[in-house]
C-alpha cells in the first residue's frame, strides 16, 4: 500500500522516486528514503520491468503509473476504481498506518510519510499501540 500514502500521492510517483537496484528497492517519500523489503518490493520490480516507457501517448515518461493522456500520470480515480474491483484501498492504507503505529515511533512515521503527529496518533489509539508500548518492545 505504499506505505499507507493516499492515492492521489501513489499515482504522482516518478521512477525519480523509485530506485529498483539487484539488491534492494527503495521509494523517496519528501526527504526520506525507504527500503522496501521483500516481498513487497516485487510489485516493484515487476512495474520496472513491465512499464512501457515510451509509448505514443507516453513517450519518454518517468510516471510509475502513467496515464492515458500524453504526459500525464493515471488519474486517482480510476486506479482507485481499479483497485475496488480486488479490496478496499482506504481500508488497506488505514490498516497500514495502524500496522505501521507498532514499529516506531509516531513523530517519525509522521514525518517520513508527510502525516501530521496528530493524525497518526489517532491510528496509534485505534490500533491501541502507544509510545511507551513500543519502546518497552525494543528494549
Do not use: C
Not at 505504499?2 to 528497492?25: C, M, N, R, Y
Not at 520491468?49 to 502513467?66: E, G, R, Y
Not at 475496488?84 to 509516531?106: D, G, Q
Request: charged share 20%.
Amino acid at each position: 500500500m505504499v506505505f499507507a500514502q493516499q492515492i492521489e500521492h501513489v499515482v504522482s510517483l516518478t521512477w525519480d522516486q523509485v530506485d529498483v537496484g539487484p539488491a534492494k528497492v527503495t521509494i523517496t517519500l519528501g526527504k526520506t528514503v525507504i527500503e522496501v523489503p521483500p516481498p513487497l518490493d516485487d510489485p516493484f520490480r515487476e512495474l520496472a520491468a513491465t512499464t512501457p516507457s515510451n509509448t505514443a501517448a507516453q513517450p519518454n515518461s518517468n510516471w510509475v503509473f502513467p496515464g492515458f493522456g500524453p504526459g500525464r500520470h493515471i488519474n486517482a480515480a480510476s486506479l482507485r476504481e481499479r483497485l475496488h474491483r480486488l479490496f478496499s484501498p482506504r481500508a488497506a492504507r488505514l490498516e497500514t498506518l495502524h500496522e505501521l503505529t507498532k514499529l516506531a515511533p509516531i513523530a517519525i512515521i509522521a514525518e517520513a510519510l508527510g502525516y501530521t503527529t496528530q493524525t497518526i496518533e489517532r491510528h496509534a489509539r485505534g490500533a491501541a499501540t502507544t509510545y511507551a508500548e513500543y519502546v518497552a518492545t525494543h528494549r
